[in-house]
Protein backbone atom coordinates (compact mmCIF):
# COMPACT_ATOMS: atom_id res chain seq x y z
CA UNK A 1 0.00 0.00 0.00
CA UNK A 2 1.94 2.87 -0.92
CA UNK A 3 -0.77 5.09 -0.40
CA UNK A 4 -0.49 8.72 -2.43
CA UNK A 5 2.69 8.85 -4.70
CA UNK A 6 4.01 12.32 -6.87
CA UNK A 7 6.10 11.88 -9.87
CA UNK A 8 8.71 13.76 -10.24
CA UNK A 9 10.20 15.02 -6.95
CA UNK A 10 12.63 17.78 -8.58
CA UNK A 11 12.30 19.69 -11.24
CA UNK A 12 14.15 22.63 -12.79
CA UNK A 13 12.51 23.82 -16.28
CA UNK A 14 13.34 27.05 -18.21
CA UNK A 15 10.37 29.90 -18.49
CA UNK A 16 8.13 28.93 -21.20
CA UNK A 17 8.54 24.95 -20.68
CA UNK A 18 5.95 22.75 -20.07
CA UNK A 19 5.50 20.14 -18.00
CA UNK A 20 3.12 17.68 -16.16
CA UNK A 21 2.69 16.57 -12.62
CA UNK A 22 1.74 13.10 -12.11
CA UNK A 23 -0.08 11.82 -9.06
CA UNK A 24 -1.30 8.46 -8.07
CA UNK A 25 -3.49 6.93 -5.09
CA UNK A 26 -3.56 3.54 -4.09
CA UNK A 27 -6.53 3.99 -1.38
CA UNK A 28 -9.71 3.88 -4.00
CA UNK A 29 -10.14 7.63 -2.69
CA UNK A 30 -13.04 9.98 -4.76
CA UNK A 31 -11.25 13.17 -4.25
CA UNK A 32 -7.67 14.50 -5.12
CA UNK A 33 -6.36 17.68 -4.41
CA UNK A 34 -3.13 19.52 -6.01
CA UNK A 35 -1.77 22.31 -3.36
CA UNK A 36 1.17 24.27 -3.79
CA UNK A 37 3.30 25.64 -0.64
CA UNK A 38 5.47 28.67 -0.85
CA UNK A 39 7.63 29.99 1.52
CA UNK A 40 5.75 31.89 4.76
CA UNK A 41 2.40 30.98 3.54
CA UNK A 42 0.08 27.86 4.27
CA UNK A 43 -1.55 25.44 1.80
CA UNK A 44 -3.10 26.58 -1.13
CA UNK A 45 -5.28 25.17 -3.14
CA UNK A 46 -4.92 24.86 -7.35
CA UNK A 47 -6.91 22.32 -8.55
CA UNK A 48 -9.04 19.24 -7.37
CA UNK A 49 -11.36 16.47 -8.72
CA UNK A 50 -14.70 15.33 -6.41
CA UNK A 51 -14.57 11.64 -8.63
CA UNK A 52 -13.14 9.96 -12.57
CA UNK A 53 -13.83 12.65 -15.08
CA UNK A 54 -14.60 16.05 -12.88
CA UNK A 55 -11.91 18.91 -11.78
CA UNK A 56 -12.47 21.73 -10.53
CA UNK A 57 -10.85 25.05 -10.11
CA UNK A 58 -9.42 26.10 -6.52
CA UNK A 59 -7.66 29.12 -4.83
CA UNK A 60 -4.71 29.49 -7.44
CA UNK A 61 -5.89 28.21 -10.65
CA UNK A 62 -4.52 30.45 -13.05
CA UNK A 63 -1.26 28.72 -15.52
CA UNK A 64 -2.27 25.18 -14.13
CA UNK A 65 -4.59 22.60 -16.08
CA UNK A 66 -5.86 19.31 -14.52
CA UNK A 67 -6.83 15.79 -16.00
CA UNK A 68 -8.28 13.17 -13.45
CA UNK A 69 -9.21 10.02 -16.38
CA UNK A 70 -8.91 7.68 -13.82
CA UNK A 71 -9.76 7.23 -10.61
CA UNK A 72 -6.11 6.55 -8.84
CA UNK A 73 -4.40 9.19 -10.93
CA UNK A 74 -4.76 13.21 -10.47
CA UNK A 75 -2.38 15.12 -13.53
CA UNK A 76 -1.44 18.66 -12.98
CA UNK A 77 -0.12 20.67 -16.09
CA UNK A 78 1.78 23.90 -16.91
CA UNK A 79 1.45 25.03 -20.25
CA UNK A 80 4.35 27.79 -20.13
CA UNK A 81 6.13 27.79 -17.11
CA UNK A 82 6.93 31.21 -15.06
CA UNK A 83 9.05 31.80 -12.39
CA UNK A 84 6.43 32.53 -9.93
CA UNK A 85 5.45 28.99 -10.32
CA UNK A 86 8.34 27.89 -8.54
CA UNK A 87 6.86 26.41 -5.54
CA UNK A 88 6.88 23.40 -3.96
CA UNK A 89 3.69 20.96 -5.19
CA UNK A 90 1.54 18.45 -2.92
CA UNK A 91 -1.18 16.10 -4.30
CA UNK A 92 -3.57 14.91 -1.70
CA UNK A 93 -6.53 12.10 -1.34
CA UNK A 94 -9.44 11.73 0.75
CA UNK A 95 -12.29 9.38 0.75
CA UNK A 96 -14.67 12.36 0.58
CA UNK A 97 -14.89 15.85 1.81
CA UNK A 98 -17.75 14.87 4.05
CA UNK A 99 -18.02 13.94 6.75
CA UNK A 100 -15.68 16.65 7.96
CA UNK A 101 -13.61 14.55 9.99
CA UNK A 102 -12.53 12.53 6.61
CA UNK A 103 -8.67 13.47 7.10
CA UNK A 104 -6.71 14.65 3.55
CA UNK A 105 -3.31 11.96 2.43
CA UNK A 106 -0.64 13.50 1.27
CA UNK A 107 2.28 12.78 -1.17
CA UNK A 108 5.70 13.63 -0.60
CA UNK A 109 5.97 16.66 -2.81
CA UNK A 110 7.55 18.18 -5.69
CA UNK A 111 10.27 21.07 -5.92
CA UNK A 112 9.82 22.70 -8.74
CA UNK A 113 12.31 25.69 -9.84
CA UNK A 114 11.88 27.67 -12.78
CA UNK A 115 14.69 30.01 -13.93
CA UNK B 1 -15.33 34.20 5.18
CA UNK B 2 -13.57 31.35 6.75
CA UNK B 3 -10.09 32.30 7.61
CA UNK B 4 -7.08 30.46 10.28
CA UNK B 5 -4.62 31.90 11.90
CA UNK B 6 -1.42 31.28 13.91
CA UNK B 7 0.50 34.02 15.20
CA UNK B 8 3.62 32.38 15.94
CA UNK B 9 6.37 32.02 12.99
CA UNK B 10 8.33 30.47 14.89
CA UNK B 11 8.88 28.43 18.26
CA UNK B 12 12.08 27.27 20.33
CA UNK B 13 10.95 24.76 23.33
CA UNK B 14 13.81 23.19 25.91
CA UNK B 15 13.30 19.25 24.99
CA UNK B 16 11.00 17.49 27.49
CA UNK B 17 8.89 20.58 28.26
CA UNK B 18 5.06 20.84 27.03
CA UNK B 19 4.43 23.13 24.33
CA UNK B 20 1.39 25.35 22.74
CA UNK B 21 0.87 26.07 19.39
CA UNK B 22 -1.79 28.48 18.63
CA UNK B 23 -4.37 28.73 15.94
CA UNK B 24 -7.77 31.02 16.12
CA UNK B 25 -9.81 30.32 13.62
CA UNK B 26 -12.96 32.28 11.81
CA UNK B 27 -16.55 30.31 10.52
CA UNK B 28 -20.18 31.67 10.53
CA UNK B 29 -21.06 27.72 9.88
CA UNK B 30 -22.11 26.25 13.43
CA UNK B 31 -20.66 22.47 12.12
CA UNK B 32 -16.78 22.58 11.60
CA UNK B 33 -13.73 20.57 11.68
CA UNK B 34 -9.80 21.38 12.68
CA UNK B 35 -7.29 20.07 12.23
CA UNK B 36 -3.04 19.64 12.99
CA UNK B 37 -0.98 18.69 10.66
CA UNK B 38 3.10 18.00 10.94
CA UNK B 39 5.84 18.84 7.97
CA UNK B 40 8.95 17.58 9.20
CA UNK B 41 12.38 18.80 7.36
CA UNK B 42 11.64 16.31 5.36
CA UNK B 43 8.65 17.56 3.47
CA UNK B 44 5.70 15.28 3.96
CA UNK B 45 2.37 16.53 5.71
CA UNK B 46 1.65 14.30 8.54
CA UNK B 47 -1.67 14.14 9.92
CA UNK B 48 -2.06 14.50 13.80
CA UNK B 49 -5.28 15.46 15.27
CA UNK B 50 -8.65 16.44 14.43
CA UNK B 51 -11.50 18.51 16.29
CA UNK B 52 -14.79 18.58 15.26
CA UNK B 53 -16.64 21.37 16.41
CA UNK B 54 -19.88 19.43 18.15
CA UNK B 55 -17.38 17.11 19.55
CA UNK B 56 -17.75 17.34 23.81
CA UNK B 57 -14.38 16.47 24.94
CA UNK B 58 -11.16 17.60 23.62
CA UNK B 59 -9.13 15.08 21.31
CA UNK B 60 -5.73 13.97 22.33
CA UNK B 61 -4.00 11.62 20.85
CA UNK B 62 -0.90 10.37 22.69
CA UNK B 63 1.32 13.57 23.54
CA UNK B 64 -0.81 15.70 21.15
CA UNK B 65 -3.87 17.34 22.62
CA UNK B 66 -5.93 19.88 21.07
CA UNK B 67 -7.21 22.72 23.61
CA UNK B 68 -10.49 23.47 21.72
CA UNK B 69 -11.89 26.94 23.41
CA UNK B 70 -15.27 27.07 21.38
CA UNK B 71 -16.25 30.63 22.70
CA UNK B 72 -12.70 32.16 21.63
CA UNK B 73 -12.68 30.13 17.95
CA UNK B 74 -9.35 28.72 19.07
CA UNK B 75 -7.64 24.89 18.78
CA UNK B 76 -4.49 25.37 19.96
CA UNK B 77 -2.34 21.70 19.90
CA UNK B 78 -0.30 21.12 22.88
CA UNK B 79 2.80 18.60 22.81
CA UNK B 80 3.47 17.11 26.36
CA UNK B 81 7.01 16.09 26.78
CA UNK B 82 8.73 17.49 23.51
CA UNK B 83 10.91 15.73 22.05
CA UNK B 84 13.78 16.66 19.32
CA UNK B 85 11.82 14.74 16.67
CA UNK B 86 9.01 17.21 17.18
CA UNK B 87 11.25 19.77 15.35
CA UNK B 88 9.11 20.70 12.29
CA UNK B 89 6.55 22.84 10.99
CA UNK B 90 2.74 22.66 12.05
CA UNK B 91 -0.11 23.86 10.59
CA UNK B 92 -3.82 24.28 11.74
CA UNK B 93 -6.47 23.63 9.01
CA UNK B 94 -10.51 23.48 9.11
CA UNK B 95 -13.29 22.78 7.06
CA UNK B 96 -16.33 23.71 7.20
CA UNK B 97 -19.75 23.43 5.39
CA UNK B 98 -19.36 27.12 3.72
CA UNK B 99 -17.59 26.04 1.16
CA UNK B 100 -19.77 23.14 -1.80
CA UNK B 101 -16.89 20.57 -1.65
CA UNK B 102 -15.86 21.15 2.12
CA UNK B 103 -12.06 22.74 1.49
CA UNK B 104 -9.75 22.68 4.10
CA UNK B 105 -8.57 26.29 4.53
CA UNK B 106 -4.88 26.47 6.02
CA UNK B 107 -2.97 28.56 8.34
CA UNK B 108 0.34 29.69 7.66
CA UNK B 109 2.10 27.50 10.35
CA UNK B 110 4.78 27.77 13.22
CA UNK B 111 8.19 26.55 12.56
CA UNK B 112 8.81 24.74 16.07
CA UNK B 113 12.12 23.91 17.15
CA UNK B 114 13.25 21.62 19.96
CA UNK B 115 16.40 22.73 22.10
CA UNK B 116 18.14 19.68 23.37
Known amino acids: NAGVTQTPKFRVLKTGQSMTLLCAQD?????MYWYRQDPGMGLRLIHY???????AKGEVPDGYNVSRLKKQNFLLGLESAAPSQTSVYFC??????????????FGPGTRLTVL | AQKITQTQPGMFVQEKEAVTLDCTYD???????LFWYKQPSSGEMIFLIY????DQQNATEGRYSLNFQKARKSANLVISASQLGDSAMYFC?????????????WGAGTKLIIKP
Open chain 1, 27 to 31: MNHEY
Open chain 2, 93 to 105: AMRDRMDSNYQLI
Open chain 1, 92 to 105: ASSYSSAPLNNEQF
Open chain 1, 49 to 55: SVGEGTT
Open chain 2, 51 to 54: QGSY
Open chain 2, 27 to 33: TSDPSYG
